[in-house]
């Protein structure tokens, strides 16, 4: 008679279930923050371009065209090189920024 008063909560199987439960809840955020993030997404059609530290020494930028990602880092120089000049940028009353090709 004693095994029929014994309560319920002291099943091991229970604890199991928690686990589990606790997992599932894991997984789910970890879905949501890969599907959120544009670089990891390969499902993704869109191109991404990310840069980090902008203006700085350590500055790096990642660019993703399609399934490709390319990562470039800056190594603190002065660029230099040869070219000619391609037109000219005006910034309007309102902030915005027009190019005018020559």
């Known amino acids: 008679m004693k095994l029929l008063h014994e309560p319920e909560n002291d ?4 604890s199991v279930v928690n686990i589990i439960d606790i997992f ?3 997984i789910a955020a970890l879905l949501i ?12 059609q869109r191109d ?12 790096e930028m990642m660019v993703k065209k399609g399934e490709k990602i390319e990562r470039y880092k800056a190594s603190g120089q002065i660029g230099q090189g040869e070219g000619a000049k391609a037109g000219t940028a005006y910034r309007m009353k309102d ?8």
């Open 11 to 14: 099943d091991p199987i229970l």
């Open 24 to 26: 599932l809840v894991i």
């Open 33 to 44: 923050t890969v599907a959120q993030n544009p670089m990891l997404n390969n499902f993704s």
């Open 48 to 59: 991404v371009t990310v840069i980090t530290d902008a203006g700085k020494p350590t500055m």
């Open 95 to 102: 902030g915005g920024i027009v190019y005018v090709p020559e």
